[in-house]
């Protein structure tokens, strides 16, 4: 249990198909983030949220919108996917305190565009 | 984009032997991450260093933050078959603490 709660665990979608991942955290942390992860490829940062407002967005397709409604809870909007976007969607959060940044991780949503 | 230069890439040990990885940058880092990541989990802290020459343990893992700021290596002593997994580095460099550059990770397979 790290205290990065994420909801659904394995989503299968097709690519006409609206859905969204959630992500909560319970450690009192300020910033939250989207990362993708793909085979051999080293993780992808989508998006950052410190204080609940975007504050990196890594030229991520508008297909995925992200929404921070609170410090404690982080979604991802998914619309007309591509199979390209089948991967391990990781969300994670931190206490930025200066230089000193210690990521902590969820246990990730699996999800397949078919 | 930037990424981590981490080896080696795989180990295949016997049970009770002690492992080796490390990480190499281009760049300075002001923080060193490293994780263990199970199959279809996220990665999960194994520990965090800040400073530079910081020789930090965690049970049978310790791990030491490089004095040129560009490295860092994790050890493993005493192997078990519960540390198979992907072991992963990951670090800030200076100027840009929301951006966790990694490495492509280090599998291990453990054979009891």
């Known amino acids: 249990e790290t205290g990065v709660t994420q909801t659904p665990r394995h989503l299968v979608m097709g690519m006409t198909n609206k859905k969204s991942l959630k992500c909560e955290q319970h450690l009192g942390h300020n910033a939250m983030y989207w990362y993708k992860q793909s085979a051999k490829k080293p993780l992808e940062l989508m998006f950052v949220y410190s204080l609940e407002e975007r504050v990196e967005n890594n030229s991520v397709p508008s297909r995925f919108s992200p929404e921070c409604p609170n410090s404690s809870h982080l979604f991802l909007h998914l619309h007309t996917l591509q199979p390209e976007d089948s991967a391990l969607y990781l969300c994670a959060s931190s206490q930025e305190r200066g230089i000193r940044n210690t990521i902590y991780f969820g246990e990730g949503s699996w999800l397949t565009v078919v | 984009g930037q990424q981590l230069n981490q080896s080696p890439q795989s180990m295949f040990i016997q049970e009770g032997e002690d492992v080796s990885m490390n990480c190499t940058s281009s760049?300075?880092?002001?923080?060193w991450l490293w994780y263990k990541q199970d199959p279809g989990e996220g990665p999960v802290l194994l520990i965090a260093?800040?400073?530079a020459g910081e020789l930090t343990s965690n049970g049978r893992l310790t791990a030491q933050f490089g004095i040129t700021r560009k490295d860092s290596f994790l050890n493993i002593s005493a192997s078990i078959p519960s540390d198979v997994g992907i072991y992963f580095c990951?670090?800030?460099?200076?100027?840009?603490?929301?951006?966790?550059?990694w490495g492509l990770g280090t599998s291990l397979a453990v054979n009891p």
């Open positions: 260093l800040y400073k």
């Open positions: 990951a670090g800030f460099n200076a100027g840009n603490n929301r951006k966790l550059i």
């Open positions: 760049s300075i880092f002001n923080t």
